[in-house]
C-alpha cells in the first residue's frame, strides 16, 4: 500500500512538472509569432502613416 501511495505521488508530481514545463514552452512559440507576425505587419503600417503623412502635406488638413 505504501509503495503504490508514493508511486502515485511520485508519478502527480512528474506530471505536474510536465504540464509547467509544456505550458512554457507554448508561451515561447506565441511570443514567437507575435514577434514574426509584428514583422510581416511593420512595413505596411509604415507605408500607411507615410501615406497619411503626405495627404496632410497635399491637403493641407
Known amino acids: ?4 501511495l508514493a508511486l502515485m505521488l511520485l508519478s502527480v ?5 510536465s504540464t509547467g514545463a ?11 509569432a507575435k514577434k514574426i507576425g509584428s514583422a510581416i505587419v511593420w512595413p505596411f503600417k509604415k507605408l500607411g502613416q ?6 496632410k502635406k497635399v491637403t493641407g488638413k
Not at 500500500?1 to 503504490?4: D, E, L, V
Open 1 to 4: 500500500m505504501k509503495k503504490s
Open 13 to 17: 508530481l512528474a506530471i505536474s512538472a
Open 22 to 32: 509544456a505550458m512554457a514552452d507554448d508561451n515561447k512559440v506565441v511570443a514567437g
Open 50 to 55: 507615410g501615406l497619411k503623412a503626405a495627404g
